[in-house]
Antibody, heavy 122, light 107 residues
């Protein structure tokens, strides 16, 4: 069974850096075809993809947020860390991490964490 | 970026109805299209990947079709647990994008 759980601060101040950790079990991020992604959802709004890291350490970022994001993995700890710099109130959202599986060349987020709410306010 | 446009943004339907949601990509994405379901307060759940492949455990009343730029999600006989928001997602480009969502409400 695959599970993922996000952890990090619930409240950050404007201009601060947000660091979120995704701790997962049930798969290894060193296995071909695996990945972990981050997606956020502002209150009442749609999903927004942020970043993705693959088993081979290939990293992808949302073009609109690329300058602010860094994604890394620690395979031995089964963790993926996302940092987002220069936080702003518009970054207030629920942040999800999700397990990406490549099947037949097609990527999809097959399992999601429960999400963590991050509020940006002074 | 590839823009994904869903229509309608919301719809009202009754239990037993057949419902179709459309997703249009701003450029061709071949068959690199996934569908997710999200109920209030919960994380999204994968329904369909690669346009038409049903995720394990998802009821067969859900189906997907399309190719290129135009895709559909059909729920053949709406059940009470299907009232939710549905999102499409393209994975054709290195920058993944989601559609704006379609909320399916009870009539």
């Amino acid at each position: 069974q695959i599970t993922l759980k996000e952890s990090g601060p619930t409240l950050v101040k404007p201009t601060q850096t947000l660091t979120l950790t995704c701790t997962f079990s049930g798969f290894s991020l060193s296995t071909i075809g695996m990945g972990v992604g981050w997606i956020r959802q502002p209150p009442g709004k749609a999903l927004e993809w942020l970043a993705l890291i693959y088993w081979d350490d290939d990293k992808r970022y949302s073009p609109s947020l690329k300058s602010r994001l860094t994604i890394t993995k620690d395979t031995s700890k089964n963790q993926v860390v996302l940092t987002m710099t220069n936080m702003d109130p518009v970054d207030t959202a629920t942040y999800y991490c999700a397990h990406l599986l490549r099947v037949g060349g097609h990527d999809a987020f097959h399992t999601w964490g429960q999400g963590t709410v991050v509020t940006v306010s002074a | 970026d590839i823009q994904m446009t869903q229509s309608p943004s919301s719809l009202s339907a009754s239990v037993g109805d057949s419902v179709t949601i459309t997703c249009r990509a701003s450029q061709t994405i071949s068959s690199y299209l996934n569908w997710y379901q999200q109920t209030p307060g919960k994380a999204p759940k994968l329904l369909i990947y690669a346009t038409s492949s049903l995720q394990s455990g998802v009821p067969s009343r859900f189906s997907g079709s399309g190719s290129g730029t135009d895709f559909t999600l059909t729920i053949s006989s709406l059940q009470p647990e299907d009232f939710a928001t549905y999102y499409c997602q393209q994975t054709y480009s290195t920058a993944l994008t989601f559609g704006g969502g379609t909320k399916v409400e009870i009539k």
